[in-house]
Each structure stands twice: as structure tokens, then as C-alpha cells.
């Protein structure tokens, strides 16, 4: 008997830690950010590549969405940052709106389309300002930016 409670006692261990390597694995406190914008040249296959963080953005969808124009962005810089909530801030020269994406499978998903310029931007740029995105476009110009919307403006 001394020996079944011996095997008994090692299955319970064994089950134990083998449910235990099973639960979920959350990781907290992540932070999405990227330091400082990219800008990014659309290739001539409606594509925006950025090798430091190792991202490829196809832009046709963006192009038709702000200009009604799959071929507008080709030869065109936009500005992209990520947030550290993890989505994705893209503008560029001309365009009215900064869209903001949330990573899915191989895709971004258009979470919100915030107006930021009746006109068109001119030579915009995105700054981190924790937790929330900065838009500027000139001397005095800027917008400050949550995932959902403007927080504050400036508009000298």
C-alpha cells in the first residue's frame, strides 16, 4: 500500500503542475509605443514598410477612404505612430482626418476617423505625448489626440 500512495502522491504533483502550465499567461503593463513617428514613402505597390518595427502596411483601402483614389498615396509620405495602448495613428500631407487602427490578424481595423483640418493638412507631424498623440502642422497648429477623438486643439 505504501508504494500506491508513493505513485498516487507523484500523479497528484505531476497534474498539478500540468494544469498549472495550462492556465492562461497574461502579461501586464505593456506599452505599445513607439518612441517617436515614421515617416513612410508609399511604394509604387500602395505600400508603407517600416523596418524597425518590422510592420508593412498595405494603404490602397486609406487611399479610396481619404481621397476617393486607390493610386492617391503612391510617391507620398505618411506620418504613422502607435500609441501605447497599442493602435495606430496614420496622416499625411492633404489629408482632413488621422485615422486610428487596432492590430488584428495580418489586418488593421479602422477604429475611428478623427477630423482634424476642413482644408487638409499641410506638412503634419505625430508626437507621443502620454497618454495621448499630438498632431502639429505649423507654428501654433495642433490637436491633441485620444484613440477616440479630439482632446484639445490649438489653433493659432
Known amino acids: 500500500m505504501h508504494t500506491m500512495q508513493k505513485y498516487y502522491g507523484m500523479f497528484l504533483i505531476l497534474g498539478t503542475l500540468t494544469m498549472t502550465s495550462c492556465a492562461s499567461l497574461t502579461l501586464q503593463w505593456v506599452d505599445y509605443s513607439w518612441p517617436v513617428e515614421s515617416v513612410l514613402k508609399v511604394n509604387s505597390q500602395n505600400t ?51 485615422y486610428v487602427f487596432t492590430p488584428g490578424a495580418s489586418e488593421l481595423n479602422l477604429k475611428s476617423r478623427i477630423q482634424v483640418s476642413e482644408a487638409g493638412l499641410k506638412s503634419p507631424a505625430l508626437n507621443q505625448r502620454p497618454p495621448l498623440i499630438e498632431v502639429v502642422d505649423g507654428k501654433g497648429w495642433k490637436r491633441l489626440l485620444s484613440s477616440d477623438n479630439i482632446v484639445e486643439e490649438n489653433k493659432q
Not at 52 to 79: C, H, M, Q, W
Not at 85 to 95: N, R, S
Request: charged share 25%; no cysteine.
Open 48 to 98: 508603407i514598410e517600416e523596418g524597425r518595427y518590422a510592420v508593412s502596411i498595405r494603404v490602397t483601402n486609406l487611399a479610396l477612404s481619404e481621397f476617393e483614389d486607390s493610386t492617391a498615396l503612391i510617391g507620398k509620405p505618411l506620418r504613422v505612430i502607435r500609441n501605447e495602448e497599442g493602435y495606430y495613428f496614420i496622416t499625411g500631407p492633404k489629408f482632413k482626418n488621422v
